[in-house]
Structure formats: C-alpha cells, structure tokens
C-alpha cells in the first residue's frame, strides 16, 4: 500500500483482556517501529525490528507486552491482562533505512 | 527525567508571519534531530531533520537551526500558513544508541491565524 496500515484504529478493551494490534508497513521498508503515546505526551519507543529480528525492545513496558514480525512484513503488537495505563495511542512506522520513518495512524486503545 | 524539552505547549502565529518553535535536550549524545507534524487522528509526518554536524537545515519554508552549545534547536516556519495548524514534535536520537529509538518532546501546538 501507499502508506503504514494499522488495525484496528479504534479498540476499547475490558481490563484484564488481551489485545491484539495490527501493522502493515510500506512494502519493501526493512524497518519497523513501535511506538506508545500517551494523551498529552510525545510518543515513546517501544520496540524496532529490522526485517523478521527484534533488535530492541528496551522500549516495552513490562513482559505483558509483546511484539513479533515473523516474515519480515506484518507486525503484531500483543499486550496481556490489559491495565489502565496501558490505554493510549499505538503507533507503528516503517522505513526503508534508520532515518526515513512514515507513521501510519495510530491504533487508539482504551481499557475500561 | 525528560531528555527532550518543548517547553512551549501551544503558540498561536498570525498568517503570513514567522513561526518559531523551540526544543532543548540534556544528553549530548545525541547526534540527530528531527522535526515532525501532527495532525489530530494521524500519525506524525517527518518535515525535517539535521544532523549534529551541521548547525542549519533548510527545506522550502522550513528551517532547523542547532545550537550544540546550548543543546537547543528551533524550527523556523516562514510564511505560517494556516494549514501549518497542527501540533510539531521534536525528536532525537544518540549516537551509537538503537537506530529505531527516537526520543520525542511533549509537542507544541502551533495555531496560525487567518
């Protein structure tokens, strides 16, 4: 596609759910970015991956978070036994190299 | 402790004037910087970005200017135009650090007025 997909855009979850957020990068882009941001805050790293590798995930917040690129393109963003502070914007971004990123739009997540 | 500073939340600009947005960082590892737009229920969009060797970039109506010395960059928008309404973040990333981990600002939202 022209642009990073996310699915869904919106996702309310019940606390303690588990919650599965979908990313599509730009095709060919061998990086990829997580990214969590927070109502009022900048986004802050979670996780990057340069094709189907797990370079860093320093970013995740707690093992409840979990994020894997098996074939290299599509990513999943898992988190486990959703908590409140869990609920914020989740962005993905891909890139051809470490310096290009395009964000797709965000997954909105709210535990309630 | 915040390693990246906007410490403006909000500007408002009228059209046709310039607009200055500023950013301050505390580590001096950091080598590279970038400036990114948001609008509200996208993700961000990159609009420019300089590498610590250089002290300007320049892009159209879109300047970053770097201070190394007082770990202190600015982006100049001249013309504002109102289409330029939406909320900047600066971002930096360390030399040598995770080439995925950018370490953002809170954003400034910037208003210009018709």
């Known amino acids: 596609g022209a642009g990073v997909s996310q699915s869904p855009r919106y996702k309310v979850a019940k606390r303690g759910q588990d919650v599965a957020l979908r990313c599509d990068p730009i095709?060919?882009?061998?990086?990829l970015f997580w990214y969590q941001q927070a109502l009022g805050q900048g986004p802050e790293f979670l996780t990057y991956f340069q094709n189907e590798a797990q370079l860093d995930k320093s970013g995740l917040p707690s093992d409840r978070f979990f994020a894997e690129r098996p074939e290299g393109s599509v990513s999943t963003l898992k988190i486990q036994r959703t908590q409140q502070e869990d609920s914020a914007v989740y962005l993905c971004a891909s890139s051809p190299d470490s310096y290009g990123y395009t964000f797709g739009s965000g997954t909105r997540l709210t535990v309630v | 402790d915040q390693q990246v500073k906007q410490n403006s939340p909000s500007l408002s600009v009228q059209e046709g004037r310039i607009s200055i947005l500023n950013c301050d960082y505390t580590n001096s590892m950091f080598d590279y910087f970038l400036w990114y737009k948001k609008y509200p229920a996208e993700g961000p969009t990159f609009l420019i970005s300089?590498?610590?060797?250089?002290d300007k970039n320049e892009d159209g109506r879109f300047t970053v200017f770097l201070n190394k010395s007082a770990k202190h960059l600015s982006l100049h928008i001249v013309p504002s135009q109102p289409g330029d309404s939406a909320v900047y973040f600066c971002?930096?990333?360390?030399?040598?650090?995770?080439?995925?981990?950018?370490?953002f600002g809170k954003g400034t939202k910037l208003s210009v007025k018709p």
């Open positions: 971002a930096a990333r360390a030399e040598g650090g995770s080439q995925g981990n950018l370490i």
């Open positions: 300089i590498s610590s060797i250089k």
């Open positions: 095709s060919g882009h061998v990086s």
